[in-house]
């Protein structure tokens, strides 16, 4: 079956970096588009990223343009999230999905990892 496992997360002053890791299994990553959701207390789940199933093609929230980068290695199922310059307000569990299409626009997520927490201290 489907499986997303992330890791990567942790305690970071803001200001810092992180690269959160999303290791696929049960799929042919390459068919799909994948993407990077962010839940904080209290708030409504926000689409982060998404990357198409080839990575040429990419989107982001405008809170995090410039500062992210989402990026994959189909040949090693993998797909990453690169986080510079975090802010407190980047805090949050960080989830994986898988869309149910090769693009990322107009698809909907099809797969969920369990998340990784990231936490941004001020």
């Known amino acids: 079956q489907v499986q997303l496992v992330e890791s990567g997360g942790g305690l970071v002053q803001a200001g810092g970096s992180l690269r959160l890791s999303c290791a696929a299994s049960g799929i042919i990553l390459s068919h799909y588009a994948m993407g990077w959701y962010r839940q904080a207390p209290g708030q409504q789940r926000e689409l982060v990223a998404s990357?198409?199933?080839?990575?040429?093609?990419?989107d982001y929230a405008a809170s995090v343009k410039g500062r992210f980068t989402i990026s994959r290695d189909n040949a090693q199922n993998m797909v990453y999230l690169q986080m510079s310059s975090l802010k407190p307000e980047d805090t949050g569990v960080y989830l994986c999905?898988?869309?149910?299409?090769?693009?990322?626009?107009?698809?909907?997520?099809?797969?969920w990892g369990q998340g990784t927490q990231v936490t941004v201290s001020s």
């Open positions: 990357i198409s199933n080839g990575g040429a093609s990419t």
């Open positions: 999905f898988r869309y149910d299409t090769g693009g990322w626009y107009g698809g909907r997520p099809a797969y």
